[in-house]
């Protein structure tokens, strides 16, 4: 594994109809919803380090602090930035900031930790057994 503090992932997206309050029912309002964003974020933070893990390897999120601060319309260009500042373990630590067209919307911090994908999705199919 062979992460640095200091990686930077992105990801963007169009904002279209299907990616607003409205459509998801986070708000009543049609411009970009705040789910999106987040998942926007979480996609540059694994942008930001997938490269540097070993085969067999991911990460999940585990928390999100973050504010939504302007909307977007539909039409616009939205693009998540995130920046991996701390490494203590499998713990992974990052800055993350989202911006449209006519700039900021939001931004905060992010934590991720490091997975075996198998394991992992092993220990969650076993959750089915104990219904």
């Known amino acids: 594994?062979?992460?640095?503090?200091?990686?930077?992932?992105r990801a963007?997206?169009?904002?279209?109809?299907?990616?607003?309050?409205?459509?998801?029912?986070?708000?009543?309002v049609p411009v970009f919803a705040t789910p999106?964003?987040?998942?926007?974020?979480?996609n540059a933070a694994v942008n930001a380090v997938q490269a540097g893990l070993e085969a067999g390897?991911?990460?999940?999120?585990?928390?999100?602090?973050v504010t939504h601060d302007a909307?977007?319309?539909?039409?616009?260009?939205v693009w998540a930035e995130a920046e991996?500042?701390?490494?203590?373990?499998k713990k992974l630590t990052f800055t993350v900031r989202a911006f449209d067209e006519a700039g900021p919307i939001g931004g905060g911090t992010h934590e991720r930790f490091i997975i075996t994908v198998d394991r992992f999705l092993a220990k969650a199919e076993a959750k089915k057994g104990g219904k």
Do not use: F
């Open 12 to 28: 963007e997206a169009l904002v279209t109809e299907d990616k607003t309050a409205a459509a998801v029912g986070s708000g009543l």
């Open 84 to 89: 991996l500042t701390a490494v203590e373990g």
């Open 57 to 65: 390897q991911g990460t999940v999120g585990t928390k999100l602090e």
């Open 1 to 9: 594994m062979s992460l640095t503090v200091g990686s930077k992932g």
């Open 36 to 42: 999106y964003m987040v998942a926007l974020m979480e």
């Open 71 to 77: 909307a977007t319309p539909v039409g616009m260009k």
